[in-house]
């Protein structure tokens, strides 16, 4: 069963201007939910999870399990932010990942 | 020491050849991970290590053989790869669940190419 959909494969955005890459989830209970990028020719890293609440690099991401969604947003986008964006889910009570299929992000100038 | 490191970084093997992965972790992670990745493709779970034992399999071919010596490496011996088995394979560790923090690191991955 599919449990993390990241509908775009390919998001192109102009310096400057607001991002929001898509995230939506299956999955009963509490997962837990976290974003990562890979960077071109770079190891894949976290870059943030939903129980911190945190924004790194100008990302936040904001769970809403009415709309089981965990979208990336950030509201202006850089050139070096350009990578691949991975939504992944861990399911309560065991140590799996599920990623989502990724979302190529490219910053034009 | 926040790194996970694999070796080697790439690797040509013919299908009736035997070689190893390795990974080596010293976070004290006691979750460590195998995961397959093709070109522009998420990783996908291969194995689960959990205290050293094995937790999670994916259904994955025995072509695939996983070892975990100690709670600081990760091996992924291959025997009779096919050319499909052609990937990025990537091990991650990370606190056992209900031990903070239970993020996940990645190493920088083994290029694998079967001939």
């Known amino acids: 069963a599919q449990r993390v959909t990241q509908p775009e494969k390919l998001l192109s955005v102009f310096k400057g201007a607001p991002v929001e890459l898509k995230c939506n989830y299956s999955?009963?209970?509490?997962?837990?939910l976290f974003w990562y990028v890979q960077y071109s020719r770079q190891r894949l890293q976290l870059l943030l999870r939903?129980?911190s609440r945190e924004s790194i690099k100008g990302f936040t991401a904001d769970l809403n399990k009415g709309e089981t969604s965990f979208h990336l947003k950030k509201p202006f986008a850089q050139e070096e932010d350009s990578a691949m964006y991975y939504c992944?889910?861990?399911?309560?009570?065991?140590?799996?990942?599920?990623f989502g299929s990724g979302t190529k992000l490219n910053v034009k100038p | 020491d926040t790194e996970v490191t694999q070796t080697p970084k790439h690797l040509v093997m013919g299908m009736t050849n035997k070689k190893s992965l390795k990974c080596e972790q010293h976070?004290?992670?006691?979750?460590m991970y195998w995961y397959k990745q093709k070109a522009k493709k998420p990783p996908e779970l291969m194995f689960v290590?959990?205290?050293?034992?094995?937790?999670i399999n994916e259904s994955v071919p025995s072509r695939f053989s996983p070892e975990c010596p100690n709670s600081s490496l990760l091996n992924l011996h291959l025997h009779a790869l096919q050319p499909e088995d052609s990937a990025l394979y990537l091990c991650?560790?990370?606190?056992?669940?209900?031990?903070?923090?239970?993020?996940?690191?990645f190493g920088p991955g083994t290029r694998l190419t079967v001939l």
């Open positions: 991650a560790s990370s606190q056992v669940m209900g031990q903070s923090p239970d993020t996940q690191y």
């Open positions: 999955y009963s209970g509490s997962p837990e």
């Open positions: 939903h129980i």
């Open positions: 992944a889910l861990r399911g309560y009570n065991f140590n799996k990942f599920y």
């Open positions: 976070m004290g992670h006691r979750a």
């Open positions: 290590y959990s205290y050293e034992k094995l937790s």
